[in-house]
């Protein structure tokens, strides 16, 4: 390669190659993240603020809605809102 003009090009279309690949596989991998979570019923540490969700007992989840409500001021639903509103959660 003794013309640095062609040097130039060929590394900006190889670094263009690789930008363009990077981007389609995070696409394929988020589109692969949501239907992953989705069929699980979310995130973990979502569905550990659930209190349909019996991974943890209804007193550690009191304690989380407190905490959240004290934190972050966010009022999570009690297990009645959830029943009442399955698509919200």
């Known amino acids: 390669m003794s013309n640095p003009l062609q040097l130039a090009g060929s590394s900006f279309l190889a670094f263009a190659l690789i930008y363009l690949a990077s981007m389609f ?28 969700d ?3 007992s209804r007193d550690q989840k009191n304690r989380i809605q407190i905490e959240v409500l004290n934190r972050f001021g966010i009022k999570l639903m009690s297990l009645e809102e959830e029943c009442e509103r399955p698509a919200l959660v």
Request: aromatic letters at 20%; a positive charge; hydrophobic letters at 35%.
């Open 25 to 52: 596989f995070r696409h394929l991998g988020v589109r692969y993240a949501r239907r992953f979570w989705e069929e699980r019923g979310g995130l973990s540490s979502t569905r550990f603020g659930r209190m349909r």
């Open 54 to 56: 019996s991974f943890l």
